[in-house]
T-cell receptor, first 113, second 115 residues
Framework: GQQLNQSPQSMFIQEGEDVSMNCTSS?????WLWYKQDPGEGPVLLIA?????ELTSNGRLTAQFGITRKDSFLNISASIPSDVGIYFC?????????????FGEGTQLTVNP | SAVISQKPSRDICQRGTSLTIQCQVD?????MFWYRQQPGQSLTLIAT?????????ESGFVIDKFPISRPNLTFSTLTVSNMSPEDSSIYLC????????????FGPGTRLTVT
């Protein structure tokens, strides 16, 4: 089956620093999604990417859909303490809507004030 | 995005018993999904639940262990049957967006501990 390799597994940074994390796959995906999960909560959708090469921003977050369709990255600029959480990438292969998502293993982000 | 609620939010159950988890959405959605998140792990899809048809299960998950109902377009249940400690996980429902059904939105999850 499809597998997503997400890195790094964890990051410890100072407030104000920029953060970058990425996902790679052995298979092509047609959609990439990035989620954030806080303790005790469900994942919250941050950014959705639909086209190879697409670069999309949401406030301090920027994500890109890799040109090969096998990778994606997420950048967070000027990190703040509330950025703490687990970030997951998810890929969707299906040609039809609502197809299954394959999730990466997550990146645990810690921001020191 | 849709507002999704789950009941119960958490439970502690004895092995051998069953628990039914409810997922309620504030708007009609075509596709609902059930995921499992084991402690410290990522999310794994259990099954896709479409109204009016049998749920479609992923490899490694069977209907006898995880029966699902989808009686209408705003509600679904997942039952965890004959539980063992290995079933201790967070169970999450999600729905495909009304406006872009490639996007999925998640409920808050049900935290299950089996003793």
């Amino acid at each position: 089956g499809q597998q997503l390799n997400q890195s790094p597994q964890s990051m410890f940074i100072q407030e104000g620093e920029d953060v970058s994390m990425n996902c790679t796959s052995s298979s092509i995906f047609n959609t990439w999604l990035w989620y954030k999960q806080d303790p005790g909560e469900g994942p919250v959708l941050l950014i959705a990417l639909y086209k190879a090469g697409e670069l999309t921003s949401n406030g301090r977050l920027t994500a890109q859909f890799g040109i090969t369709r096998k990778d994606s990255f997420l950048n967070i600029s000027a990190s703040i303490p509330s950025d703490v959480g687990i970030y997951f990438c998810a890929g969707q292969l299906g040609e039809t809507s609502g197809s299954r998502l394959t999730f990466g293993e997550g990146t645990q982000l810690t921001v020191n004030p | 995005s849709a507002v999704i609620s789950q009941k119960p939010s958490r439970d502690i159950c004895q092995r051998g018993t069953s628990l039914t988890i409810q997922c309620q959405v504030d708007s009609q959605v075509t596709m609902m999904f059930w995921y499992r998140q084991q402690p410290g792990q990522s999310l794994t899809l259990i099954a896709t639940a479409n109204q009016g048809s049998e749920a479609t299960y992923e490899s490694g998950f069977v209907i006898d262990k995880f029966p699902i109902s989808r009686p209408n377009l705003t509600f679904s249940t997942l039952t965890v049957s004959n539980m063992s400690p290995e079933d201790s996980s967070i169970y999450l429902c999600s729905v495909a967006s009304l406006y872009s059904s490639y996007e999925q939105y998640f409920g808050p999850g049900t935290r299950l501990t089996v003793t």
